[in-house]
C-alpha cells in the first residue's frame, strides 16, 4: 500500500522488451535504497512494480501486459522522468490517502493554467471512470494523492499546490499528455457492496431467497450521512 506521497523524481535508464511485455530500469535519485530488498513494491508513476534486481542505482522491474494495458508505462522513453514511492511503512505516517499502485485507466490533460502560486489542471477521465470521482474527493495521478477541486462530466480539475510541482513530474505536464488514474478505493467497494445485491442471492432463514446485499440501500447510506441531501 502507498499513500501518494512521492519520495523521489527518478528516471527510465533502459526498456527491455521480454516476450511481450517489459522490463523497465529506474535510476531513483534520492529515492532512499538502503532497506530495499528483492520483492519490495516500488509505486512508480503511480504503478506498484516488484523489484527484481537492485544494481545500485536504482532498481529493475518488470511490467506485465495487464499493466502495460491500463497505464503509461508502454510509452516510456529512456531518460524520461517518473514519480517515486517506496511501500508505506507499518509505522509511517499517513499523509496522502490510501493508494493500491493499481493503475485503473489513463487519463489526458485537458488544459494548464497558472493560479496565483498554484496551477490549475484539468483531466479527461476515461467514460468509465467518471462515475468514481467526486467533488473535494480524492484522486491519484501519477502516483501523486490530489484533491478534486471541480467535475464536469469526465473532466476534472486539480490545484497544485508550489511545493507538489517542485517535488513531482506535474511541472513538466503539457496538455494532450497522458497520465495513469487511480480512483479512490472506499469509492469501488461501495459501488460493489450497493451492487452485490443484484448479483447475488442467499437463503434467507425462512429458506426462501434473500438479497446477498440487501443490507445497504441507498436511503439507509443517505440516513447515515454518506450522501448528500437532494
Given at each position: 500500500?502507498?499513500?501518494?506521497?512521492?519520495?523521489?523524481?527518478?528516471?527510465?535508464?533502459?526498456?527491455?522488451?521480454?516476450?511481450?511485455?517489459?522490463?523497465?530500469?529506474?535510476?531513483?535519485?534520492?529515492?532512499?535504497l538502503?532497506?530495499?530488498?528483492?520483492?519490495?513494491?516500488?509505486?512508480?508513476?503511480?504503478?506498484?512494480?516488484?523489484?527484481?534486481?537492485?544494481?545500485?542505482?536504482g532498481?529493475?522491474?518488470d511490467?506485465?501486459?495487464?499493466?502495460?494495458?491500463?497505464?503509461?508505462?508502454?510509452?516510456?522513453?529512456?531518460?524520461?522522468s517518473?514519480?517515486?514511492?517506496?511501500?508505506?511503512?507499518?509505522?509511517g505516517?499517513?499523509?496522502?490517502?490510501?493508494?493500491?499502485?493499481?493503475?485503473?485507466?489513463?487519463?489526458?490533460?485537458?488544459?494548464?493554467a497558472?493560479?496565483?502560486?498554484?496551477?490549475?489542471?484539468?483531466?479527461?477521465?476515461?467514460?468509465?471512470?467518471?462515475?468514481?470521482?467526486?467533488?473535494?474527493?480524492?484522486?491519484?495521478?501519477?502516483?501523486?494523492?490530489?484533491?478534486?477541486?471541480?467535475?464536469?462530466?469526465?473532466?476534472?480539475?486539480?490545484?497544485?499546490?508550489?511545493?507538489?510541482a517542485?517535488?513531482?513530474?506535474?511541472?513538466?505536464?503539457?496538455?494532450?499528455?497522458?497520465?495513469?488514474?487511480?480512483?479512490?478505493?472506499?469509492?469501488?467497494?461501495l459501488?460493489?457492496?450497493?451492487t452485490?445485491?443484484?448479483?447475488?442471492?442467499?437463503?434467507?432463514?425462512?429458506?426462501?431467497?434473500?438479497s446477498?446485499?440487501?443490507?445497504?440501500?441507498l436511503?439507509?447510506?443517505?440516513?447515515?450521512?454518506?450522501?448528500?441531501?437532494?
Amino acid at each position: 500500500m502507498f499513500t501518494g506521497i512521492i519520495e523521489a523524481v527518478g528516471t527510465v535508464a533502459a526498456l527491455q522488451s521480454k516476450g511481450g511485455d517489459l522490463r523497465l530500469r529506474v535510476r531513483s535519485g534520492k529515492l532512499p535504497l538502503a532497506e530495499v530488498k528483492l520483492g519490495d513494491s516500488i509505486a512508480t508513476n503511480g504503478v506498484c512494480l516488484t523489484v527484481v534486481d537492485l544494481p545500485g542505482d536504482g532498481y529493475w522491474a518488470d511490467v506485465s501486459r495487464e499493466t502495460l494495458a491500463y497505464s503509461t508505462l508502454g510509452q516510456l522513453q529512456v531518460g524520461q522522468s517518473l514519480n517515486l514511492e517506496r511501500a508505506m511503512a507499518a509505522d509511517g505516517r499517513f499523509d496522502g490517502h490510501i493508494v493500491s499502485g493499481h493503475c485503473d485507466g489513463v487519463g489526458s490533460i485537458a488544459s494548464i493554467a497558472r493560479d496565483a502560486r498554484s496551477v490549475r489542471v484539468q483531466i479527461d477521465a476515461p467514460t468509465e471512470l467518471a462515475r468514481y470521482i467526486a467533488h473535494k474527493g480524492s484522486i491519484c495521478v501519477d502516483g501523486v494523492s490530489l484533491t478534486v477541486n471541480k467535475v464536469e462530466g469526465r473532466r476534472f480539475d486539480l490545484n497544485i499546490v508550489p511545493h507538489t510541482a517542485a517535488e513531482t513530474i506535474i511541472s513538466g505536464y503539457r496538455s494532450g499528455d497522458t497520465v495513469n488514474l487511480e480512483v479512490d478505493v472506499v469509492a469501488r467497494y461501495l459501488e460493489r457492496l450497493l451492487t452485490a445485491g443484484a448479483e447475488h442471492t442467499v437463503d434467507g432463514a425462512d429458506g426462501g431467497a434473500d438479497s446477498a446485499g440487501g443490507g445497504l440501500t441507498l436511503a439507509k447510506l443517505a440516513d447515515n450521512g454518506f450522501l448528500k441531501a437532494k
